[in-house]
């Protein structure tokens, strides 16, 4: 049988001289060189460790830990084992963990050491047999445990339909989606986007995005991995530290807060940049005016790209100068294999230049949303085709241009907010009658979160005190940075409320 496990692909793909460096550590207390052979070894002994707890065949396991190179290796100890990886934001708090948990059931949950008090209380009464700790200072109870472990593991045999991932997605109800992804769907989209975008093995990434979502965790670490390339790591995004590391690296990856931050270092420019062949932008949109400041300042122009939990990569600005121009504002074209179409509430294909909602299809597209039937047949067409709940255009050219979201997306520094659910818990709130959560460009975050509030008859309501109540209960990039009371929101004929307004009302707010 031919192994289509995706670390068995990864694996395949390290170079022959595995005493090489494959990963430094650019913002530890002393700097640490992980080889090639250390990874093969590490996930081995992860692996090992994982199937010695005789979990059954599918078992989840749940990941909520700071960012470390170890922690990238727990990623790959799953996949090496054939179980199913479930990242999750270190922001969530605890009523967030409390669902994710209960629903994914996981058979095994990895946890920061200061969180686990709370984590495993909530993982056990759920059913969760195994609960591990690991830090950013490779400490914790699962590495003491994977320590004895054997460094030598046989990649598990699995198909390429058969699940390595689910990645939640809040859906506009407020109740998260866990979008089930196989190790074909990650596979197929890792080699396009290893020829699509030129990857060498002897590109050096920097790698400074959080690897619980798909920018850090499959795109970036992906890319690496596959092409036998090095990585500096940064376990927190710091511009002026990955700026000095510019010089010595070929590729770097963010999300436009991080290329606004960096513009904001004098040391960014064509020098530092010289040895750079690669500046990827995605998770939100990249505003225009950094897309040409950023050619201006270095010489390089960023390769805009769009992708979803649900799909990974979908379209690419390209790489190579005869596939055509990197243009700002659209996010390229659809990449090989993946089909893109755009449609009208109709479902009845719209021509050329027409702004609709955008459908897709192809190898990297996810197989449904976990325990959740109804909702995976509704998102998808008769014919097979996924809709995105994202609305855009396909130019003259083939470029694809989103303008705007459906569902009334937030998104804020790269993260996805949803209103409805951060509307659910302000309307929780003692005092509060009704809400409206919006999004308004922010200099910094792209966009920023903002709320209007109705207070109840005879009620009194602080803006400060919902701001902090929600920090108790949501994760901080979904707390609106200001809060606005109102005695009531504007509202169509149909009783609809008028969100485009509120948006309008606020969209000078923070100099946008």
């Known amino acids: 049988m031919n192994n289509q496990n995706l670390f068995a692909a990864l694996r395949a793909a390290f170079p022959a001289d595995l005493d090489t460096p494959a990963i430094e550590t650019a913002d530890t207390p002393q700097r640490l060189v992980y080889t090639w052979r250390d990874l093969d070894h ?8 994982l199937q010695s707890l005789e979990l059954p065949a599918g078992t989840r396991v749940a990941v909520q830990t700071e960012k470390s190179v170890e922690a990238l290796m727990l990623y ?13 934001n270190t922001a969530y708090q605890a009523s967030e963990i409390e669902y994710f948990i209960g629903n994914a059931e996981p058979g095994v949950v990895v946890c920061s050491g ?9 993982a056990f009464k759920a059913g969760t047999q195994h609960v591990f700790t690991l830090n950013e200072d490779r400490s914790g109870t699962l590495l003491e445990r994977a320590y004895h472990q054997p460094t030598q593991h046989e990649p598990a045999q ?13 859906g506009t109800t407020g109740r998260s989606k866990g979008a089930m992804l196989t190790h074909g769907n990650l596979l197929s989209n890792a080699q396009t986007l290893h020829a699509y975008w030129g990857w060498r093995a002897d590109d050096v990434l920097i790698h400074a995005l959080p690897i619980f979502h798909v920018h850090g965790l499959f795109v970036a670490s992906h890319g690496a991995l596959l092409a036998g390339a090095r990585m500096i790591w940064f376990s927190k995004f710091d511009p002026q530290a990955v700026a000095a590391r510019l010089p010595e690296a070929t590729v770097f990856m963010g999300v436009p807060t991080l290329y606004v931050r960096l513009l904001a270092e004098p040391s960014v420019n064509r020098e530092t940049c010289a040895g ?16 040409n400041e950023w050619r201006n300042r270095t010489g390089h122009t960023i390769v805009e790209r769009y992708g979803m939990s649900e799909t990974a990569m979908l379209t690419s600005n390209p790489y190579h100068a005869q596939d055509g121009d990197r243009r700002g504002g659209t996010v390229g074209f659809p990449l090989p294999g993946v089909g893109l179409r755009v449609q009208d509430d109709q479902g009845q ?6 702004i609709g909602g955008i459908q897709v299809k192809g190898p990297n597209v996810f197989v449904g949303y976990w325990r959740m039937p109804e909702k995976t047949k509704e998102e998808f067409t008769a014919d097979g085709w996924f809709k995105t709940g994202d609305v855009g255009l396909v130019d003259e050219r083939g470029y694809v241009t989103i303008v705007g979201r459906s569902k009334d997306l937030v998104i804020s520094g790269g993260y996805n907010v949803y209103p409805a659910e951060v509307e659910g818990v302000i309307n929780e709130l003692p005092g509060v009658s009704e809400s409206a959560v919006v999004g308004v460009p922010h200099p910094d975050f792209g966009e920023a979160v903002v709320a209007v509030v109705v207070p109840r008859a005879g009620a009194t309501v602080q803006p400060d005190e919902v701001i902090a109540a929600l920090k108790q209960r949501i994760a901080n990039f979904k707390v609106p940075k200001q809060v606005y009371v109102v005695p009531e929101l504007p509202r169509n004929t149909m009783g609809k409320v008028q969100k485009n307004l509120l948006r309008d009302q606020h969209k000078g707010l923070f100099g946008g």
């Open 42 to 49: 590490a996930t081995a002994m992860i692996a090992n460790l």
């Open 76 to 88: 790959l100890g799953v996949l090496r084992a054939g179980y199913v990886y479930l990242p999750l």
């Open 114 to 122: 200061r969180n686990f008090g709370w984590v495993s209380k909530i």
């Open 158 to 170: 699995r198909g390429a339909d058969e699940l390595a991932a689910i990645l939640y997605t809040s």
């Open 276 to 291: 750079m062949r690669l500046f990827v932008a995605g998770s939100a949109p990249l505003l225009i005016e950094t897309f």
């Open 349 to 354: 294909p719209l021509p050329t230049g027409e």
